[in-house]
Each structure stands twice: as structure tokens, then as C-alpha cells.
């Protein structure tokens, strides 16, 4: 069976899907019912229209999400570098063949930030930078990750956002140029630490006591006080399965992600590669 044909039923199936209200209650549960709304047009006007449609930046929390609704041939997710946290979701009227390009310049743009000085010791921080765009009326959801360093930053926009942002001439009490760059030519990316340990079970409370160095009664006491985040969402469920590649944040503390599990030990506990965010 060729896979345009399974394309297809597949497409049919997921049509026939979302016309129930019984199975869009049960599905809106997990996901917000209006972006669950959006997502599912932008999928099913994709193909309607033969043409890719992209979301907003979604957060950690909601693209997760996506794989449970969507099938996985027909759309992607991208931040504009492969640890973005904010991601948005390009959805194609077909899937695409193996090794296959695809222009992410028509959906997403990458600025550049700098301190127009760049005097010694001069650093732009992350809240003045998310701050100023912000003010510029943008919403949130139209920008994906902010990454800094010293007097430079770079983000992700929509397009439709251009001509705003090239405006920004203030970030806190520097002067700034912001230029637009390719995003292959993006050469930032955040300082990960890769370290190992052990865990007995692959819980929230476990991960959190192996990434931050606390024991297991402190980490069990954060999730309580609401202190872990995923994105912008703080967790409570103590015994939730931690997926790889999940970015957590422990308030106070820092943000780990949760690379892979490695095998066992040979006490039978679960050996885990993780990042700090440094």
C-alpha cells in the first residue's frame, strides 16, 4: 500500500474523528479546547487547501499533546534549534518524502539582538529582552525561545512581526540593532551539562531528587509547594512518568531536561543521562 493511500485513510479517520462531540469532550480534557479547536482546522485546512499551515509557538506542556491527536506523518514541530523549548507546529497536506527539505523561512524568522556598545561586562538579561518585545504589543505565543548571552540575544518570531520587532531600538537600559538572520546561520544554543545517575522508577519525584541534587522527600516537598515546572505549568502529580527529552524547572533552583535512560545497573536501578542548563 503506498503511503499516499495510507495518508489518506488515515485522514479520513481522523475527519470522521473530530465530527463527534462525545470524542472532542474526552480529547479537550487533556488539551484546551479552543487551541485543540485551532490545531485541528490548521490540520484539516492543510489538506483541503494543499498547503503546510503553521500554529503559534506552543508551549512544552501543549506540544507534547499533539502526538496523542494528530498523526505523526503529517505535521512537525520546530523551535528554530533542536532544543527549543517553544515550538511551533507546522502541519503538511501530505507527508514528506524521506530526505525531503522544507523552507521553515515562510513560518518562522530568527532575530539577532545586540548592545549597540557592547561595553566591557555590558550583558542583556533575559527578562529585559522578553520585556521589550513584549512591550512592543506582541503577544507571547508569537515568540518562541529567548536565549542570551552577555551583550547578544537571539529569538524566533512570525513573520507577520518583522517589520515591528526591526523598531526595537531599547532593551532595559541598553541601545540595541536587531537584525533578521538565516536560521541555519543560528550558532547559539543554551549550556548543557550532560551528567549521569541511578533511579529506582522513572516518577517526577525521583528525576527531580536525581537532577537537583536534593532527596527524595525534597523533591516530593516541591512538587507539593508547586515549585516544578513544565514550561509554564507547575506539576503535582508526584508519580507522573517523566517522557525524554522533558524540560523540567525547579524554581529557586535551575532547569534540568531528561535525555534518555541507559540501561540498568547492576543493582537494578534505572540509569539516566540528564542535562543542567547552565
Request: aromatic fraction near 10%; include cysteine; charged fraction near 25%.
Amino acid at each position: 500500500i503506498s503511503r499516499r493511500l495510507i495518508s489518506s485513510i488515515q485522514s479520513w479517520w481522523y475527519l470522521i474523528l473530530f465530527s463527534f462531540p462525545s470524542v472532542k469532550i474526552s480529547l479537550f480534557m487533556a488539551l484546551d479546547s479552543t487551541l485543540f479547536g485551532h490545531l485541528r482546522d490548521l490540520y484539516l485546512h492543510s489538506e483541503q487547501w494543499s498547503c503546510p499551515l503553521s500554529s503559534s509557538f506552543l508551549t512544552q506542556d501543549e506540544w507534547r499533546e499533539l502526538v496523542h491527536y494528530f498523526p505523526s506523518d503529517r505535521f512537525f514541530l520546530t523551535g528554530g534549534y533542536s532544543s527549543a523549548e517553544r515550538k511551533m507546529a507546522i502541519f503538511l497536506p501530505e507527508p514528506l518524502e524521506e530526505g525531503e527539505d522544507f523552507d521553515l523561512q515562510s513560518f518562522m524568522l530568527c532575530l539577532h539582538i545586540e548592545a549597540s556598545g557592547k561595553k566591557f561586562g555590558e550583558k542583556l538579561e533575559h527578562r529585559q529582552v522578553l520585556g521589550a518585545l513584549l512591550g512592543k504589543g506582541i503577544e507571547r505565543d508569537a515568540l518562541g525561545d529567548v536565549l542570551v548571552e552577555g551583550a547578544e540575544a537571539y529569538s524566533f518570531c512570525l513573520p507577520s512581526l518583522q517589520e515591528e520587532i526591526a523598531s526595537l531600538q531599547e532593551v532595559g537600559p541598553h541601545k540595541v540593532q536587531v537584525e533578521f538572520v538565516p536560521l541555519s546561520s543560528m550558532n547559539f544554543s543554551p549550556h548543557i551539562e550532560i551528567r549521569h545517575g541511578t533511579i529506582s522508577s522513572n516518577r517526577l519525584d525521583g528525576i527531580v531528587s536525581e537532577m537537583f541534587s536534593c532527596s527524595r522527600a525534597q523533591a516530593q516537598e516541591a512538587i507539593d509547594a508547586g515549585k516544578i515546572f513544565l514550561g509554564a505549568s507547575a506539576l503535582h502529580q508526584k508519580d507522573m512518568e517523566v517522557e525524554e527529552g522533558t524540560i523540567l524547572t525547579f524554581r529557586g533552583k535551575g532547569k534540568a531536561v531528561f535525555c534518555k535512560e541507559k540501561g540498568s545497573s547492576r543493582k537494578g536501578k534505572i540509569l539516566i543521562e540528564y542535562g543542567l542548563y547552565r
